[in-house]
């Protein structure tokens, strides 16, 4: 069964979304997984953050965490979807696909030990 791995919620501000939703919900970040184009969430199940983007028009990202994102990209491009090229991170390997509708959301294959 494939699981939602982690999410992103797209601001044009990264600081002004940390400010308000740590005094909404009292998040903190963790600094060691965020950088000037995110803020990572500390704690949150699933993991999630906030991510910077030019202009936000979905405001959240969904991330499915899974075994391998180069077959699931070869079988989104099958069923009529779209892939963009895998990416590697510290995280892992992800991609951005959209499915025969034109909604996105990514893979995720978690680096070892993540």
């Avoid at 494939?2 to 919900?25: N, P, V």
Wanted: charged fraction near 20%; hydrophobic fraction near 40%; proline fraction near 5%.
């Amino acid at each position: 069964m494939i699981q939602l791995g982690y999410f992103t919620i797209d601001t044009a501000d990264i600081d002004k979304a940390r400010a308000f939703y740590s005094a909404l919900f009292g998040w903190s970040f963790d600094e060691a997984e965020s950088h000037p184009n995110y803020a990572h969430v500390a704690g949150g199940q699933p993991s999630f953050g906030f991510i910077k983007v030019e202009r936000p028009k979905n405001n959240e990202h969904l991330y499915f965490r899974v075994a391998d994102v180069d077959a699931l990209c070869e079988r989104v491009v099958e069923l009529g979807g779209r892939t963009a090229v895998p990416s590697d991170g510290a995280s892992g390997r992800t991609a951005v696909v959209a499915d025969d509708q034109g909604v996105s959301f990514s893979l995720w294959q978690p680096a070892p030990g993540f």
